[in-house]
């Protein structure tokens, strides 16, 4: 598995609104598809999205299987001060994406 | 009415398939990052029979060409990212990873993806980066050579062709016997098949700019494989879609890597000279 | 005997197959249904709110949209969420943007299924009660020999 894409700004000022850009490789198996026995292909889906900066939540997604395969997220976030993003992907199997990117805020 | 033989309702889809209005390629141009200026349109190279070519980008929506513009939001980016981590695995009985001969991809493998296929001395047939992959697996690597789409085959290839992202394709047809592959592979273009009665050139040549349905039909340029299809939400590989093609003529069609679609991909590179390298393409 | 095109693109997806059985899609009523489950009593207006979306998609399978809510954005006063509907979908719920002060501004674009052609709807609910919906209908294409 690819790790995730995410896109950040490396530096920024105080009070400044940043996007955020992030991309993950999953199939979002929508549960709506059947194999070649016709059998109905069990959802398996990213369900959840979180993005915390230094600990706080910035944004989420409660996400349901109409959202494409490789999802796609884009948001925005204010910061005033340099710190951590915290990116979390949860599957419907339970397992978590994790990701961090800094940013260095003056 | 009911359909009593198949040659009914097929010759009915053939006329439903009777291409309609037509709408010209975009007049855009593709800079991806805001920096990388493509040509995706070229004067044709000598000898073939369209005037101006155009890379497939020209015929898409705004929403799937703004894509492929932006590296970042590009889905077939993360199949590049999955290659480079295979080109720095190691593999197999010499426990070497493509990066140890090769060492950085950028620099080794710039301009690569442009120039294939190539001909191979050793096994008197054109070679793709797919084959040439294989060759390097087996005799180099002492690893299993990557069965047609499987494994790392896409993602490999996708990111040893984006080296060369933005150089113009070009062959060199006066290697070996490129030229009699470049004929063969001129033959397949042209030759009609399945119970639909199409050759590439009946969608790709004759009605590129005119819409079968909904689809606008482009001139069928490769310069962008391995292409991100939102069809199926990932890396399609050049054989895959020229068997794609075949099979909705309604014909059966040839094996990965045959001779007649190793003929045809000489052929059909051949035709996209002069556009940039765009792997991975971003089509519908 | 007059074979007009409906009959006949039944018949032919029929004969190979593609229709199968019968999908149940979401309708309407399901999509009003769940907009006043977030809404309560509040009255569903339009205008702060804007959702982009193609007129046209070019593959179902990944249409572009993005929604943003304009206004400042304070520690009190915030837009909570923004959920994206479709009146088409086998399930008309897509997603929930969840938002904090700290989002800066009420932005988020995502790329999402679309079953055939129809309606996308957003629904934002803002910290004060105020929900704000804004609509567009999206066309969805069906390709070439492939489908």
């Known amino acids: ?106 | 009415m009911h359909f009593t033989n198949n040659k009914t309702l097929f010759t009915l889809i053939g006329i439903a398939l009777c291409v309609t209005a037509s709408a010209t390629p975009v007049d855009e141009v593709l800079v991806i990052d805001e920096e990388l200026e493509m040509t995706t349109r070229v004067q044709a190279v000598e000898g073939h029979p369209i005037s101006e070519i155009y890379s497939g980008w020209h015929y898409r929506t705004p929403e799937t060409r703004a894509l492929e513009a932006d590296s970042f939001a590009n889905p077939g980016m993360l199949g590049v990212e999955q290659g480079e981590e295979i080109w720095h695995t190691v593999e197999g009985s010499e426990g070497k990873s493509c990066a140890s001969c090769h060492d950085d991809a950028a620099v080794s493998m710039k301009g690569v993806g442009a120039n294939y296929p190539k001909w191979d001395e050793k096994t008197q047939r054109p070679k793709n980066i797919e084959a040439q992959i294989n060759s390097c697996r087996v005799e180099n690597m002492g690893a299993e050579p990557y069965k047609f789409d499987k494994g790392g085959q896409k993602p490999l290839t996708a990111y040893i062709k984006n080296q060369s992202l933005g150089m113009p394709v070009e062959l060199d047809l006066s290697e070996g016997e490129m030229q009699s592959w470049w004929e063969k592979g001129k033959e397949t273009y042209y030759l009609r098949t399945g119970q639909l009665n199409l050759s590439c050139a009946s969608c790709h040549e004759q009605n590129h700019g005119k819409h079968i349905r909904a689809d606008h039909l482009s001139q069928g340029n490769v310069n962008g494989f391995p292409t991100y299809r939102l069809k199926q939400n990932k890396l399609i590989s050049l054989h895959n879609r020229f068997r794609g093609c075949i099979r909705d003529t309604r014909a059966e069609f040839p094996d990965a890597f045959s001779d007649v679609l190793m003929g045809l991909e000489v052929y059909t590179t051949w035709r996209g000279t002069g556009l940039s390298v765009e792997t991975p393409a971003v089509r519908q | 005997m007059n074979l007009n095109r409906r009959k006949l693109l039944v018949r032919t997806l029929g004969t190979i197959g593609l229709l199968g059985t019968s999908k149940v899609f979401a309708t309407a009523e399901d999509v009003d249904a769940a907009i006043k489950a977030i809404a309560g009593d509040a009255e569903v207006t339009q205008g702060a709110l804007t959702l982009n979306a193609p007129e046209i998609a070019e593959n179902g399978n990944s249409v572009p949209i993005s929604v943003s809510v304009d206004g400042e954005i304070s520690d009190d006063s915030y837009v909570e969420s923004v959920t994206i509907f479709a009146d088409g979908n086998p399930r008309p719920e897509v997603i929930t943007f969840n938002f904090t002060p700290l989002s800066g501004e009420a932005f988020a674009a995502t790329r999402m299924r679309l079953a055939k052609t129809q309606n996308v709807i957003a629904v934002a609910k803002l910290s004060d009660g105020t929900v704000l919906s804004d609509t567009r209908n999206v066309k969805v294409t069906i390709g070439g020999c492939g489908g």
Do not use: Y
């Not at chain 1, 340099?82 to 599957?91: A, I, R």
């Open chain 1, 1 to 106: 598995m690819a790790k995730p894409r995410i896109k950040v700004p490396k530096k920024a000022s105080a009070g400044d609104v940043i996007k955020i850009k992030a991309l993950v490789s999953h199939t979002m198996e929508s549960g709506q598809r059947k194999d070649k026995e016709g059998n109905v292909i069990p959802q398996k889906i990213i369900n959840k999205f979180e993005c915390t900066f230094n600990g706080t939540s910035v944004f989420g997604c409660d996400i349901d299987p109409a959202v494409s395969a490789n999802p796609f997220l884009e948001f925005r976030a204010k910061v005033a001060e340099s710190g951590t993003f915290k990116f979390m992907w949860t599957d419907d199997d339970g397992s978590v994406i994790e990701a961090e990117k800094s940013i260095e805020v003056s």
